[in-house]
């Protein structure tokens, strides 16, 4: 197997972000292009929502945008809980930047703030849900409230992850009013940057926390009941279904059901890890 080249991979990131030429002058890169990379590098800080009349909004998916960020950022942001170093790091970072003012829908508008996730760049599991509540809409961080205790509680509870080593986030970035379920348009324009997060982290398991994740993901309308118990494909990654943590505070129950998948989740990560002969 071929190992990774971190210059390689840097150089193929600046060319993705429209810088045209390096050069290796001196002891530091001189840049140049049409998004050259500041002397001082810094991250702008986040502007505020809902937009302001006149921005620009990110373009669409597929299409370039202009990020530009430092090959060694010096600015790491609230959600990011591993040093920002690794190329999954940066174009997260620039991702966030280019989509926290969108107003595609009309939740832009009445949001406090946009909850891009939380999490390692490099996780190997990612936890979706549903969309922001009151807390992480004020906070501006996914799962803060009693529902986010509970479900770090369910990620330590098999003793192979803390919280800070997997990334979460929602199909959702905006919180929709009085929490209620999330409307079919509102999915359809933030599913791509869920499934563009999952491209950048490349993680190697998902669980979907309750039907809204579940659903979007898996472009189905089938109940957690039904998609719960098989392991499900999305894009090449093993992705398993369960309750959402707000549903455990409800249903006692369910807590039962979502132990037995988070011991399902830990034997696929366990049997998935290359075993040393």
């Known amino acids: 197997m071929s190992q990774s080249n971190p210059l390689k991979d840097r150089i193929e990131l600046l060319r993705r972000l429209g810088v045209r030429y390096v050069s290796m002058e001196g002891q530091e890169p ?27 909004v990110a373009a669409p998916l ?15 942001p609230q959600w990011l809980s591993a040093t920002p170093e690794s190329v999954q790091a940066m ?6 930047q280019d989509i926290c003012r969108c107003q595609k829908c009309p939740l832009g508008q009445t949001r406090k703030n946009f909850v891009f996730g939380m999490g390692n760049p490099l996780a190997e599991v990612m936890f979706v849900g549903e969309a922001p509540g009151a807390d992480e809409d ?16 369910i ?3 098999t003793n192979t992850w803390k919280r800070e080593e997997v990334f979460i986030c929602n199909v959702l970035k905006c919180r929709p009013p ?12 933030c599913r791509p940057y869920l ?45 398993r279904v369960t309750y959402h943590p707000a549903a455990l505070l409800r249903f006692d129950g369910y807590k039962k059901d979502v132990w037995e998948d988070m011991k399902e989740l830990t034997r696929k990560y366990v049997e998935m890890i290359p075993k040393n002969i």
């Not at 009085?178 to 324009?189: A, F």
């Not at 998902?206 to 998609?227: E, H, W």
Request: no cysteine; net charge neutral; proline share 11%.
């Open 178 to 189: 009085g929490n209620r379920t999330p409307l079919p348009e509102e999915v359809d324009q």
């Open 195 to 239: 499934e563009e997060q999952i491209q950048i982290i490349k993680p190697k398991l998902i669980m979907a926390l309750g039907a809204s994740a579940a659903q979007a993901l898996l472009r189905t309308k089938d109940s957690v009941g039904k998609l719960r118990n098989k392991w499900h494909d999305f894009n090449g990654v093993p992705l």
């Open 62 to 76: 597929g299409q370039t945008t202009s990020r530009v960020l430092s090959p060694e950022p010096t600015h790491r």
């Open 91 to 96: 174009e997260l970072i620039a991702f966030d």
């Open 138 to 153: 004020a906070q501006g961080l996914p799962f803060v409230g009693r529902a986010g205790q509970l479900l770090t509680k």
């Open 30 to 56: 001189v840049v140049s292009g049409e998004n050259p990379i500041p002397e001082t590098p810094t991250l702008p800080s986040r502007p505020p929502s809902p937009m302001v009349e006149g921005e620009s």
């Open 155 to 157: 990620i330590q509870s």
